[in-house]
């Protein structure tokens, strides 16, 4: 600890300053400018909950200018044990931090890498092509020789879609993070109100360049093409057929086709990591995760603000209130009394960006336990986790089997054969919908999945881990490891649904090509077995897809009054979460891994319900809050 010095003290630099003599105010203080930083050294036995926020001191260190202030607002209960001294205000320079995902190492070496091996493999087989003046490949009963040549290409674009979708999801998850840390901050439109997560890969792109987001714009752009466009192309490039021996057809305008997107991709990547490296997202540490949030928000002056909101408002009503605002991340560096290293902390910050809206809201009054309000179910719940949605999706993953086994007994009993193209085309329907089915239904799940743990009312349930776990920015591998049952299922799923791309078109195109051309008498013994192993191949998907229905359907009623989709919506509800912010500012920390310790540590549970505010007996607030809370949320009202 620096010794403490009285107010002229401050002219030696910051190491120098600490309380001195304090000067109160009796109004409570404003907002700060924007270029000032709130600090502050909490003294435990500071209790009082006046509701009022008192200027301590104000001073200026060289190019910083500080204010400590006395915080009252929050308990005794919820106040650290451990104190914090202000020690400076940092540039955005210094918090650097940046997902693994932006690495060079990753983007050059591993997806350009592949990008570039795609474009050489490729132009190895046009050039022996060219030479032969357009002969066939002829191969024998190589059956290595037969999946190099029919899975290799789809494997490896179906690959490059994995890896880009992994580096996409990070910089749409960091966007709203990027446009605060800019010199004037950002809107609520382009900020806390901000989301890219929740959209669908199609439109995305077009979302982000109609705001003007180049970045997620083009990282989106590539995701789209490495997802959608790269597999087909990739399996249309060549022709296998079947006369005796196989031999392989090359489609030179395709092949051209393939070579120009790819080496188009790669010229786009190498500027996606140029914008990575030089972009500033102006944070300390991982923001994900509920706690991640809080810790943004600790003794912010935009907690005042968003409690004049009513915690069940939807969401464009959050943006109206807040229009008027403009919202940008401030740094300082706290450290430990006992001496521990610094650590530096953001916080979001807010100014008033244009003159006050005259019609917001006066500041919310709680609710009481016997309060009735209307919802919007689309407001409340994601589509995805609708039950006419999920019925819907059984019927379309059903649809073509039902369509193989027709066509099997078709060829049976009247030796009408469908032709290859056609069963290739109801594979690949079944399967890219399967595919899009299960990503949406995966997102709607991680969305919810936190907010259910902590809503959920099961004995002996830990929920520390609902605060801690980022789902947003899980790849699918660590979902799997998550430990929840159902994210884990539903992301096993979806990567069996990429094997399914892979294999199944190119799997049935090639049986029924053999079955096609072939004058055997056992033409329809051979579509029917076709049928049936396709039948037993898709039996354990299905009784996997029938295991996570049900659990899904048993998820239908909302948990919240609004979907969580962006950072306003989740500060809302944890702005009056008292304990729960205190509890995350204790355990701050350099690393999210070190601050998850620190949050376990402390064993404690939260819950999402109606709880009792410190200091208003009697007055129930909804959000996120340390136990015990007082009633469990259900939709639409609350139960007594």
């Known amino acids: 600890m620096h010794p403490p010095v009285d107010s002229h003290a401050c002219q030696n630099g910051p190491d120098s300053f600490q309380q001195g003599q304090a000067i109160t105010a009796a109004a409570p203080m404003p907002p700060p400018e924007p270029s000032t930083m709130l600090g502050h050294n ?43 001294a202000l020690i400076a205000n940092e540039t955005s320079e210094t918090a650097s931090w940046k997902p693994w995902s932006f690495h060079p190492g990753f983007i050059i070496v591993v997806i350009v890498g592949l990008h570039i091996a795609q474009i050489s493999l490729v132009g190895l087989v046009l050039s022996k092509y060219k030479a032969k003046d357009g002969a066939f490949f002829v191969f024998g009963d190589e059956a290595s020789a037969y999946f190099a040549w029919r899975f290799l290409p789809v494997m490896s674009a179906v690959l490059l879609g994995f890896l880009w979708g992994i580096v996409d999801s ?51 752009t590539l995701y789209l093409l490495a997802l959608v466009v790269l ?29 120009s997107l790819t080496s188009v991709m790669v010229v786009l990547a190498a500027i996606l990591l140029f914008t990575l490296r030089t972009r500033r997202y102006g944070l300390s540490t991982d923001p994900g995760g509920l706690s991640g949030l809080a810790s943004l928000i600790y003794n912010s002056n935009i907690l ?132 899009a089915l299960w990503t949406a239904t995966d997102e709607g799940v991680r969305l919810i999945e936190p907010w259910r743990q902590l809503a959920t009312d099961r004995p002996n349930m830990s929920r520390t881990n609902a605060i801690i776990a980022d789902y947003d920015s899980m790849n699918p591998l660590s979902r799997i490891f998550s430990g929840s049952p159902i994210v884990a299922w539903i992301s096993f799923g979806s990567l069996i649904s990429q094997i399914f791309i892979v294999l199944c078109p190119a799997l049935l195109d090639s049986i029924w090509k053999i079955a096609y051309t072939s004058l055997d008498s056992d033409v329809p013994e051979t579509l029917q077995a076709s049928t049936k192993v396709l039948g037993y191949a898709s039996y354990p998907f299905a009784i996997m897809d029938f295991i996570i229905w049900v ?31 205190g509890d995350v500012h204790e355990a701050t920390a350099k690393t999210v891994e070190q601050r998850a310790k620190n949050l376990r540590a402390q064993n404690r549970e939260y819950r999402f319900g109606w709880f009792s ?18 009633l469990p949320y259900s939709y639409g009202h609350v139960h007594i």
Request: glycine letters at 4%; proline letters at 6%; charged letters at 20%.
């Open 304 to 435: 005042p603000v968003f409690q004049h909101i009513t915690v069940y408002q939807t969401q464009a009503h959050i943006d109206k209130e807040l229009q008027n605002r403009r919202f940008q991340l401030r740094h300082t560096m706290v450290t430990r009394e006992a001496g521990s290293s610094p650590v530096l902390v953001t916080r979001i910050t807010s100014d008033v960006a244009r003159e006050p809206n005259t019609n917001m809201t006066p500041a919310s009054s709680p609710l009481q336990p016997d309060t009735t309000f209307q919802q919007s179910r689309w407001e409340a719940h994601p589509w995805v986790l609708w039950g006419r949605f999920l019925v819907l999706t059984e019927l379309l993953f059903l649809g073509p089997y039902i369509a193989f086994q027709v066509a099997g007994y078709q060829a049976e009993f009247s030796s009408k054969v469908w032709s290859p193209k056609v069963i290739r085309i109801l594979a690949m329907f079944s399967c890219t919908m399967t595919t």
């Open 42 to 84: 909490q003294e435990p036995e500071r209790s009082n909950c006046s509701g009022t926020v008192e200027s301590r001191a104000e001073k200026s260190v060289g190019h910083v200018q500080m204010r400590e202030i006395n915080c009252q607002q929050y308990s005794s209960e919820m106040l650290s044990t451990v104190k914090w």
């Open 613 to 630: 505010v410190v200091g208003e007996t009697g007055q129930l607030q909804l959000g996120v809050e340390r136990e015990p809370v007082q």
């Open 551 to 581: 659990s899904l359907f048993s998820r239908r009623t909302p948990v919240v009054p609004r979907k969580p989709l962006t950072l306003s919506s989740k500060i809302l509800y944890m702005c009056r979460s008292r304990k729960l912010l």
């Open 231 to 259: 597999p087909i192309a990739h399996d249309n490039m060549w022709e296998i057929e079947y006369n005796g021996n196989f031999r392989v057809v090359v489609n030179l305008a395709v092949v051209c086709a393939v070579l």
């Open 170 to 220: 990070d910089v749409r998850r960091l966007e709203p993070f990027y446009q605060m840390n800019q010199p004037h901050g950002a809107t609520v439109e382009d900020s806390l109100s901000l989301d890219y997560l929740s959209l669908i890969c199609l439109v995305a792109p077009l979302v982000a360049l109609s705001r003007r987001h180049y970045c997620v714009g083009l990282s989106s």
